[in-house]
C-alpha cells in the first residue's frame, strides 16, 4: 500500500474545513485576513510556476527554479500548485458567502491579481519583438523577486497572528476544524522539506560558503516558495496548539457563569482587516 500523492494529501487536507464551514453555515473562529492572504500566497506559485514554463526564462541563465528540459517533477509542482490555489479559492468563496466584507475581500484579491496574473496573460496575448519582450520578462521577474515575494512572506507571518487573534477573541466550539489544521501543518511541513531537494538551485557551486547576499540570491531564486511553504506549516502547528488551548479552557466550567462572557461572537467581527 502507497501513500497518496501529495495533490490528494492536499485536498485531504482541505476537506475537513471546507466540510465544517459548510455544515455550520458560518465562518465564526476564521480569520478573513488568513484565508485571503493565503490564497494570494497560494495564487503567486502557480503563476510563477506558469510563467517560467511558459517563456522559459531564467534571469541567471543556469538551471534554477526549473529543470532544464522540464522534468516531470516541475509539472508535477505546478499541478500541485494548482491544486493547493483551487482550494484555497473555494475556502475564500466560503469566507466570501457568509461574511459581510465581501466587496472588500474581493476587492483585495482583485488588485493582487492586477500585478500577478493579468501581466502573464496580457504576455501571452500581446506580440513584442525580442528585445522588448526580454525587458518585459526581466522586469516582471525582478518585480515579483525583490517586492512581492517579501511582501507576501511577511503577509504569511502577519496572517498566523491575525489568526491567533481570532482564536483568543471567538469561543469553541466554532467553525475553525482543529483537525484540518493538524492534517496542513503535517502535510505542508513535508512539502516544504521535499521542496527543498527538488528545486534545482547550484549548491555545489557555494563550496559550504553561507552569507546574506547567497541567501538573499536563493531566496530570489527558489527560496521563497520553500519559505512561504514552511511558514504555512509553523503557522499550522501554532494556531493548532493555540486552538487546543483555547478549546480546553472554554471547556472548563466557570463558577457564577451562565453564558459565555463575549456574548454573541458571530455578531462581531473578528477577521482582523
Known sequence: MTLPEPPLWCRISFAPQ?????????????????????LISSTENVTIY?????????????????HFPYSAGDWFS??????VTLLFLALFV?????????????????AFLLIS???LLIDGIVPMRPWSRRFWLVGYWALHSFFIWPIITFLGFFSIYRQAQTIRAVPFPNSLSLHGLAVQ?????????????ALPFPYEKLEGQVNMNVLI?????????????FVFAIGQTILLALALRRRSSDDIPREGETEPLLGDASSRDYSGG
Open 117 to 119: 496574473l493579468i501581466p
Open 18 to 38: 471546507i466540510w465544517r464551514i459548510q455544515k455550520r453555515q458560518s465562518i465564526e473562529g476564521i480569520s478573513l485576513s488568513y484565508v485571503l492572504w493565503n
Open 185 to 197: 501543518a503535517f502535510v505542508f511541513m513535508l512539502l516544504s522539506v521535499t521542496w527543498i531537494f
Open 78 to 83: 505546478l499541478a500541485h500548485c494548482a491544486v
Open 217 to 229: 540570491i536563493w531566496y530570489a531564486s527558489i527560496g521563497w516558495v520553500i519559505v512561504d511553504s
Open 94 to 110: 466560503q469566507v466570501l458567502r457568509y461574511s459581510d466584507r465581501r466587496t472588500s475581500l474581493c476587492i483585495q484579491y482583485t
Open 50 to 66: 506558469i510563467f517560467t514554463l511558459v517563456n522559459q526564462y531564467d534571469p541567471s541563465d543556469k538551471t534554477i527554479f526549473l
